[in-house]
């Protein structure tokens, strides 16, 4: 099935530094969705963006919705330790009126070098 | 712990020989989905219910697979005589309504040896 495309694929940083990844697609979304994934977990939501040119912020997290309803971005400030993972972002049809059928990206991995 | 919670965690099995897996919805949400996930991927939408009904199960994968959730609570996705390419994470949400924001559980990883 369709995956969006995500970059980077992984992360190596430092704790304290800023981490910016991006997703982006073919298609137009009405929602787009950012999750993380830990080990042996499934995604846990973060942040929710229902429109286009939209900025939410989750604490340190700050997602957008972007203008041509084709991308978005996630942006971590201060990494810690606990952000370590893998991240998705995710993506409902442009006529789907709730969130059935999401699209997932093929993930971002964060590392945290001591 | 009130979350979705699914059974077992972990499954090996043959190949040819038939799985089910469950899925017990946050108790107050109508809607439930399954999605699967292989390795270095993200998860990958099969079908999706509002109470009983089954509204999409288009993306189930082939006639292998089937999913039920016959009383609008918890779900069965049963694979019949499964295959090595089955190997993957299962894994299943729930929602409150159309819209609102799906919650996880923490997935049936199949092994078919």
């Known amino acids: 099935g369709q995956q969006l495309n995500q970059s980077p694929q992984s992360m190596f940083i430092q704790e304290g530094e800023d981490v910016s990844m991006n997703c982006t697609s073919s298609?137009?979304?009405?929602?787009w969705l950012w999750y993380k994934q830990d080990p042996g977990e499934g995604p846990v939501l973060l942040i929710a963006?229902?429109?286009?040119?939209e900025l939410t912020s989750n604490g340190r997290l700050t997602a957008q919705f972007g203008i041509t309803r084709k991308d978005s971005f996630l942006n971590i400030s201060a990494s810690i330790p606990s952000d370590v993972g893998i991240y998705f972002c995710?993506?409902?049809?442009?006529?789907?009126?709730?969130?059935?059928?999401?699209?997932f990206g093929t993930g971002t991995r964060l590392t945290i070098i001591p | 712990d009130t979350g979705v919670s699914q059974d077992p965690r972990h499954k090996i099995t043959k190949r040819g020989q038939n799985v089910t897996f469950r899925c017990d919805p946050i108790?107050?949400?109508?809607?439930l989905y399954w999605y699967r996930q292989t390795l270095g991927q993200g998860p990958e939408f099969l079908t999706y219910?509002?109470?009983?009904?089954?509204?999409?199960k288009s993306r189930l994968l082939s006639d292998r697979f089937s999913a039920e959730r016959p009383k609008g609570s918890f779900s069965t996705l049963e694979i019949q005589r499964t295959e090595q390419g089955d190997s993957a994470m299962y894994l299943c949400?729930?929602?409150?309504?159309?819209?609102?924001?799906?919650?996880f559980g923490a997935g049936t990883r199949l092994s078919v040896l």
């Open positions: 949400a729930s929602s409150l309504y159309s819209g609102s924001s799906l919650y």
């Open positions: 298609s137009i979304f009405n929602t």
């Open positions: 963006l229902y429109k286009a040119g």
């Open positions: 995710a993506g409902a049809p442009l006529f789907n009126f709730g969130n059935e059928k999401l699209t």
């Open positions: 108790s107050e949400h109508n809607r």
């Open positions: 219910f509002q109470n009983e009904a089954q509204l999409e």
